[in-house]
């Protein structure tokens, strides 16, 4: 078994000051979809070279919908606008009061968003461990896209977000349904100098305050060299299911 109570205060913290709550929005007639986050890595953990077992886990994070292109951060761009906090120590809340504080400064509408933080099931905030899930809800209009963020728990600065600029939500008009866990790549945030995922000192569970670690001074990258880049399937799981479908389940 994992030291689980330990694992679980690591985001808790940061997490605490973020509100779960998403905007209300008025938007006519929309679809309602349902996302879900699913850990679905092996109970028994990843192992490490020296043998030791730990838990894959994603942080809290942060959801947008956007029409146009939301810059939450850009690849072979230095990290910036709250993607450090996000990547280092799953604190989506930086990001968050960034993305609203363009909309009040004139540079756009404030764009439907949420975080989500608290694991199906659960009480409060917590990252979500094997066997864990996190769900949210929005209503969107074709030509919209879905981004959202979550850190690789037991990395330095490791992230999942969508390939390209956000996940189109409509094809011809059609809601976007199913298995869209290839929709996700890992990146690296070039903030922080990787150790080995699930044991480095500097990592979410282990580090002693949220910003522990040496400097990268990198840019946004794939992160190609981690042996979980090409793992999506076997660690998470994220489906989308827009109201239509529900009906009929
Ligand atoms: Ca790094
Ligand atoms: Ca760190």
């Known amino acids: 078994m994992f030291k689980r109570t330990i694992f679980l205060s690591l985001f808790a913290l940061a997490a605490v000051f ?5 905007q209300d929005h008025k938007m006519g007639k929309g679809t309602k979809f349902t996302v879900r986050i699913e850990n679905v890595s092996n109970a028994d953990g990843q192992v490490a070279k020296d043998g030791t077992k730990w838990p894959f886990a994603l942080s809290p994070g942060l959801w947008v919908l956007h029409k146009r292109e939301v810059r ?49 099931g659960m009480n409060g905030p917590a990252p979500i461990g094997p066997g864990g899930a996190y769900e949210f809800s929005f209503t969107a209009e074709p030509g919209m896209r879905l981004s959202l963020l979550t ?12 390939k390209r600029q956000g996940v189109d939500l409509f094809n011809n008009g059609k809601p976007l349904s199913g298995d869209i866990t290839n929709e996700f790549m890992l990146f690296d945030a070039g903030t922080e100098k990787d150790e080995e995922p699930g044991v480095g000192a500097n990592q979410g569970p282990r580090q002693k305050d ?8 990198g840019k946004v990258h794939p992160a190609k060299t981690s042996m ?7 660690l998470f799981k994220v489906t989308i299911t827009p109201e239509t479908s529900m009906a009929k389940m």
């Open 228 to 234: 979980f880049f090409t793992k999506n399937g076997e």
């Open 210 to 217: 949220p910003n522990a670690g040496e400097a990268e001074n």
């Open 72 to 120: 939450l951060f850009r690849e072979g761009v230095v990290a910036n606008g709250g993607l450090e906090e996000l990547a280092e120590s799953g604190n989506p809340g930086v990001l968050v009061k960034n993305l609203e504080a363009r909309g009040h400064s004139g540079m756009g509408d404030v764009m439907l968003h949420g975080v989500f933080n608290t694991p199906a």
């Open 18 to 22: 973020v509100s779960a709550s998403a």
């Open 151 to 162: 850190m690789f728990g037991q990395s330095n600065d490791w992230f999942y977000a969508p």
